[in-house]
């Protein structure tokens, strides 16, 4: 009895802070589901009209960051007025990437759009959520007519597939995605870097296992549950804007060079994100750095 009640509090104190962050989504849908109903509000999830329980939502998520994790944005400067792809590296859970947009709306008022996997629009009871909060699929049409309408763009490159089966390492898995620098230069916008301290020591998934990456390559559904939510510290930073340059290809966008008065830098967009990590991140991570981080007052 005492070892099966150690397995099921170890298995609970594992588990509990991801199943609690579901449970939180799906309660914010419920109650975006009754300010619907109660105000009569058939408007775009987009429009104004939604703003005040945006707010109300952004201001709850925001909070929760403060708390569990410390949070920081930095870089904000980095983003453009106008339209822009951001580019970020993907956690084990993404939670960092929600706070990241709750607190730009409440510093802002702006609505960055997240392109998601196309499982997360099958997950039942999340479709006003999800337009709400500005999810869209990968659509390179859907994109374009984002950034042409002024919005923000978000992607992680990596997907699900970084999320899985990368590690405290934070290696990046991108492959061969282009698509980003594609639609980058067709709606001529800047691209910007984006990276989370620490992500990865807040959640992680269990060492890679052949049965589960070929579970996923074959259904690219997540069947790897993540672990943790350990209140460690997290900072997000925002890098210096890739401008757009009429004269290059979507190639030359992935290998781009940026001068910058008498120095050179030579950022692959990759490379950017890899940058920020390397910056800001101990390699391999260590959690018990990340939570002794949360006592230290110092901006990095």
Not at 2 to 10: G, K, N, R, V
Not at 213 to 239: A, D, H, M, N, W
Request: proline content about 6%; charged content about 20%; some cysteine.
């Amino acid at each position: 009895l005492i070892i099966a009640s150690l397995t099921i509090s170890a298995i609970l104190v594992f588990f509990i802070v991801p199943l609690t962050i579901v449970f939180f989504i799906y309660l914010t849908n419920i109650l975006l589901l009754i300010y619907q109903r109660n105000k009569e509000v058939k408007a775009d999830p987009l429009s104004d009209v939604w703003d005040s329980v945006r707010k109300t939502i952004a201001s709850f998520w925001d909070t929760y960051a403060r708390i569990w994790h410390g949070y920081e944005l930095h870089g904000v400067e980095n983003l453009p007025e106008g339209p822009g792809i951001l580019v970020y590296y993907h956690g084990a859970i993404p939670i960092d990437y929600l706070y990241f947009l709750s607190r730009l709306f409440l510093w802002k008022k702006r609505i960055c759009l997240s392109v998601a996997d196309h499982f997360v629009f099958r997950l039942p009871g999340l479709k006003l959520l999800l337009g709400v909060t500005g999810v869209i699929p990968g659509r390179r049409q859907e994109c374009l007519v984002a950034l042409r309408n002024g919005y923000l763009v978000s992607i992680s490159p990596g997907g699900v597939r970084e999320a899985l089966f990368s590690d405290e390492s934070y290696q990046l898995m991108w492959g061969n995605r282009k698509g980003f620098a594609q639609v980058a230069l067709e709606a001529k916008v800047p691209i910007i870097p984006m990276y989370t301290q620490n992500v990865r020591e807040g959640y992680r998934m269990f060492k890679e296992r052949r049965f589960f990456r070929q579970l996923y390559e074959s259904t690219r559904l997540p069947f790897t549950p993540p672990y943790g939510g350990l209140p460690v510290k997290f900072r997000t930073y925002i890098g210096k804007p890739i401008p757009y340059d009429p004269n290059m290809t979507a190639e030359e966008l992935v290998e781009k060079v940026i001068c910058k008065g008498k120095f050179l830098f030579s950022f692959q967009t990759k490379t950017a994100v890899q940058a920020l990590i390397s910056k800001h991140q101990t390699i391999p991570g260590n959690i018990w750095k990340a939570l002794l981080e949360r006592f230290d007052k110092r901006r990095k």
